[in-house]
């Protein structure tokens, strides 16, 4: 029982300590809130009109709850895993637990991913496999040691928001700094003249204007360090690159390429935020794709991979077994990223079936 009971107490001590930074951005935004709408809005004694306090309230609002939104999708949307297809065969996995020789372990693993839309491969130009989870990794997918597991299009695991940034939520992390950047800003603009008339000696000495002053230093504080984040991944996402991909490069069949799977600024940012622009501002899903296979603007065929016919590659599975997003494989849209068509509208049943059969020249 003792090793048991301590295993217990050092899991939940690793939970808190997981927990620790959401409990401390969140006593963060509690405590601003306090300090703008109570100590400056409300309580505040100066010469300030209703109609100003009217406006500053309702913008300070909507931006609040929009921040807590998106942070709330980045916390608690499950990051997805590869689908079931990408894992070994019972007999495939004795195989290779019996196999000594790395050229008979890869022997097995190009067969096994000559069914799959797989096209990068390791720095030595192996096929990429997770030892860990069993499996043949999709590109642009990556082993968590944090949550142990893979993660499809893994771009970190952000210790923020106690959550692997990556397919299911990347829209949502980037929602999540946007609007966090905007509620610094509008706290520290309006914070502002208050914060001059502290420096002079001109507010009324109550408790107000301590929590006034320390408003404006937290504001301004985190809005210099948000805004090179938020623009870091601006320039990742016209890149279309992953933070992971930025410091290496993924490798395909000719070696490393660092734009694989760039398709122009455009198309990059519509394969994160969706062709439905009325829902690029809202934190709900609308990327592009399953998260498994992407386009790329590499358009030639990998000689090892042969093209999965139409109708074999099983509809999205999210954690759990139910899909959250809605199911919209890649290879239903390369076309029109690709192409520059509308995907949305081709929904005769032929061109689904043309545009599944070129899959082999259009994934990476």
């Known amino acids: 029982m003792a090793p048991s009971g301590s295993g217990a ?19 963060i935004v509690v405590w601003s ?6 100590q400056l809005c409300v309580e505040n004694t100066t010469k300030i009109n209703e109609e100003e306090k009217l406006a500053y309230l309702l913008v300070y609002h909507v931006l609040l709850f929009m921040f807590v939104w998106a942070y709330w999708r980045t916390i608690f949307t499950r990051p997805m895993m590869p689908l079931e297809e990408f894992h070994l065969p019972p007999a495939d996995r004795q195989l290779l637990e019996r196999e000594d020789r790395a050229e008979s372990v890869q022997e097995v693993l190009r067969r096994v991913a000559k069914e799959l839309p797989v096209y990068t491969r390791t720095a030595s130009g192996a096929i990429r496999f997770c030892d860990r989870c069993h499996l043949v990794k999709p590109d642009r997918c990556h082993h968590c040691s944090v949550c142990n597991k893979c993660i499809l299009k893994m771009d970190h695991h952000c210790p923020w928001v106690n959550n692997c940034v990556g397919f299911s939520n990347y829209k949502f992390f980037l929602l ?4 966090s950047l ?15 008339r502290f420096w002079t000696n001109s507010l009324p000495d109550t408790q107000a204007k301590f929590h006034i002053m320390f408003l404006f230093f937290a504001a301004a504080m985190f809005f210099i360090s948000l805004s090179s984040l938020f623009s870091y991944h601006c320039w990742l996402v016209c890149k279309n690159r992953s933070t992971l991909e930025a410091f290496r490069a993924p490798v395909f069949q000719h070696g490393p390429n ?20 009325k829902y690029w501002a809202l934190p709900v899903f609308s990327s592009l794709g399953d998260g498994c296979s992407f386009p790329t603007c590499l358009v030639s065929q990998d000689p ?13 599975v999210g954690p759990g077994g139910a899909h959250p997003f809605p199911p919209r494989p890649a290879r239903g849209s390369q076309t029109w990223l690709l192409g520059g068509g509308s995907s949305e509208t081709e929904s005769d049943g032929g061109k689904q079936r043309d545009s599944r059969g070129k899959r082999g020249t259009l994934e990476t």
Do not use: H
């Not at 090892?304 to 999205?316: C, D, F, H, Y």
């Open 33 to 38: 809130y306090y300090a703008f709408v109570l």
């Open 258 to 277: 660092k734009n694989g799977f760039s398709l122009g600024a455009s198309k990059n940012i519509r394969q994160v935020f969706g062709d439905e622009k």
């Open 304 to 316: 090892e991979q042969a093209p999965v016919p139409a109708g074999q590659r099983p509809p999205v």
């Open 176 to 179: 999540f700094l946007a609007y």
């Open 9 to 27: 107490v050092r899991s939940g001590c690793r939970r808190v300590f997981y927990w620790s930074p959401v409990l401390f951005i969140s006593a």
């Open 182 to 196: 905007l509620y610094c800003l509008f706290i520290t603009a309006t914070d502002m003249p208050y914060f001059i």
